[in-house]
């Protein structure tokens, strides 16, 4: 399938990268030190969700700043122990795009993911975190904001996510959207086209904009 676009929206953890390895490890430290059940712990969904909304699910609203910013302490302070790492196609296709036509999307915290972006080399024009919006994935926020910066049409906009949560936030902001299946298998995602991961993924320059090719 082929697409053009302005301006190409990725998610971060499970799209560009994956960090599943520190997630856990982290999360499962976390959930020790503040006596949470395993069965509690198992009930909830942490992937490309913020972490406030995960906490609001286990903590009463009172204890959930501290429990914030103890997470990001143990998740920052893990990037450099190798749970992150690029995910196939990844430096290929960001190495194809043109400066300021691409930002990432991630529903971590700008410390958290300016981290993880750094440890594996990325170094993304621009970067929307949970910081920067009031309501997350699925919500269209995120998107919206991303392309508004970038100065570009939403519809003009392709994201790229393996959740489905955030393929459902680029549809409602009228964006196209790449499901790659690197956490969730192809029948459980809805966008304009599903692929393995990004190395079934290339772009090319051309006057009308960045022409994509995803799939066969």
């Known amino acids: 399938m082929k697409i053009t676009a302005d301006a190409l929206l990725f998610d971060n953890d ?37 972490a406030a909304e995960i906490l609001a699910d286990l ?5 959930i700043p501290e429990a914030l910013a103890r997470v990001e302490q143990l998740e920052v302070e893990d ?14 296709l960001i190495r194809a795009l043109p400066e300021g036509g691409w930002a990432v999307v991630t529903s971590a915290t700008r410390v958290l993911g300016e981290a993880r972006l750094r440890q594996v080399g990325i170094e993304a024009p621009l970067v ?7 309501q997350g994935k699925p919500h269209p926020e995120p998107y919206l904001l991303a392309a508004a910066k970038l100065g570009v049409d939403p519809s003009r ?60």
């Open 79 to 92: 990037v450099t122990e190798g749970g992150v790492r690029l995910l196939p196609g990844t430096a290929e």
């Open 157 to 216: 906009c392709v994201v790229f996510e393996d959740a489905p949560a955030g393929l459902e936030a680029g549809r409602a902001a009228g964006m196209r959207t790449v499901a790659l299946a690197t956490t969730h298998t192809a029948d459980e995602l809805r966008a304009d086209v599903v692929v393995d991961d990004l190395s079934a993924v290339s772009a090319q320059v051309t006057s009308a904009g960045v022409e994509i090719t995803a799939g066969a």
């Open 59 to 63: 903590l009463p609203p009172e204890r």
């Open 14 to 50: 499970g799209t560009l990268i994956s960090s599943l390895d520190s997630v856990i490890r982290c999360w499962t430290r976390w959930a020790e030190e503040y006596g949470i059940s395993e069965e509690e712990f198992a009930r909830v969904e942490l992937h490309g969700r913020p």
């Open 128 to 134: 929307i975190a949970a910081d920067d919006i009031v």
